[in-house]
């Protein structure tokens, strides 16, 4: 596809629950970012990589988070043990470059996550 | 980085011109100013994005006075459809990928 495609774009789980959220990226993008976004707030920062490795990690709240990018395409991250607070709307982003490099993000439209 | 204050929302009518003004007091030298818009339900959308003076695409106008110190998205006449929340980012040549978005302003065009 043209775009970032997220799936689930829904997902509603219970509490402890173990969650993965996909993200496939535009074809050719070398960075890919994950973000988390609460109802009212703007996106809050999580992981950002640079083909397959993770180049910052700093913003993954705990242990309980975990992202991947095997090939340096599609992402997956994942959530163990879900508690309610991971409830967010979890978007992700590509561009053609990564840090040092002003160009645009592309978003998906993301995957909103309940915990119940 | 540096934090950005905006209003929390703005009101307008279809046909008119939008000005969202954004300050920026702590900008550092090698920071750009970018802005995105955000529809319900859909991830953030590049608008624009500028280091000094003027910069115009198809979408927006976006001023930046000499201190840099503030910035200002401008809207030509909006319709309905630019309803949305406008973020305004500082971003860092040497981190660019690490956004602070902020809560944004919500703007809403009435008919």
Redesign the interface.
């Known amino acids: 596809g043209a775009g970032v495609s997220q799936t689930p774009s829904n997902k509603v789980t219970e509490k402890g629950k173990y969650v993965e959220l996909r993200c496939d990226p535009i074809s050719g993008h070398t960075a890919l970012y994950w973000y988390r976004q609460s109802l009212g707030q703007g996106p809050e920062f999580l992981i950002y990589f640079q083909g397959t490795g993770a180049a910052d990690d700093s913003g993954l709240p705990n242990d309980r988070f975990f992202a991947v990018r095997p090939e340096g395409s599609v992402s997956t991250l994942k959530i163990q043990r879900t508690e309610r607070g991971d409830s967010a709307v979890y978007l992700c982003a590509s561009s053609l470059g990564g840090a040092g490099n002003t160009g645009e993000l592309f978003f998906g439209e993301g995957s909103r996550l309940t915990v119940l | 980085l540096a934090k950005t204050t905006q209003p929390i929302s703005m009101d307008s009518y279809e046909g008119q011109e939008v000005n969202i003004t954004c300050s920026h007091n702590n900008i550092a030298t090698n920071d750009?100013i970018?802005w995105y818009q955000q529809f319900p339900?859909?991830?953030?959308?590049?608008i624009i994005?500028g280091y000094k003076t003027k910069v115009t695409n198809e979408v927006a106008s976006l001023f930046i006075p000499a201190d840099r110190k503030s910035s200002t998205l401008s809207l030509p006449r909006v319709s309905l459809s630019d309803t949305a929340?406008y973020?305004c980012l500082v971003?860092p040549?040497?981190?660019?990928?690490?956004?602070?978005?902020?809560?944004?302003t919500r703007l809403l065009v009435r008919p």
Do not use: E, N, W
């Not at chain 2, 040497?94 to 956004?99: A, I, V």
């Open positions: 750009y970018t339900s859909q991830g953030p959308r590049f994005q929340v973020y971003d040549m040497d981190s660019s990928y690490k956004l602070i978005f902020g809560s944004g």
